[in-house]
């Protein structure tokens, strides 16, 4: 989660820019989302996670118990970890959710 803002973030930002002439321009990552932070689970944001899909794979195999098919990929969230250790999921950019999630990141970080 972005917001709220770190303790103390905004007066060494003003610090940086009005004392020291320091641009201050924050990141975002665009690409991945912490899986350990409320809203992952929240907004159910697994759904709209890239997956994986090993080669050959079938995208629905048939439901033995329910005589239907089930997605055989729902569950393949391509994840990633770094020197944190917390779970990233690697997010479906084409997805409205993951769009609209980004633009109101910046809409927040560029208005208030």
């Known amino acids: 989660d972005y917001f709220p803002a770190r303790l103390g973030f905004e007066s060494v930002a003003q610090y940086l820019q009005n004392d020291l002439g320091v641009h201050v321009m924050p990141y975002i990552n665009g690409r991945i989302f912490d899986q350990s932070i409320p809203r992952w689970t929240k907004d159910d944001a697994k759904k709209y996670a ?3 899909i090993p ?3 079938a995208y629905f195999v048939p439901d033995p118990n329910a005589g ?3 997605n055989a990929i729902a569950d393949r969230t391509y994840n ?3 020197g944190s250790k917390a779970p990233f999921a690697v997010m479906c950019p084409h ?3 993951w769009q ?3 633009a109101g990141t910046v809409r927040k970080l ?3």
Request: glycine letters at 4%; aromatic letters at 14%; hydrophobic letters at 20%.
């Open 50 to 52: 890239a997956k994986r």
């Open 55 to 57: 080669t050959g794979a």
């Open 68 to 70: 239907t098919y089930i």
């Open 80 to 82: 990633e970890e770094y």
């Open 95 to 97: 997805t409205t959710y």
């Open 100 to 102: 609209q999630t980004l």
């Open 110 to 112: 560029t208005q208030e």
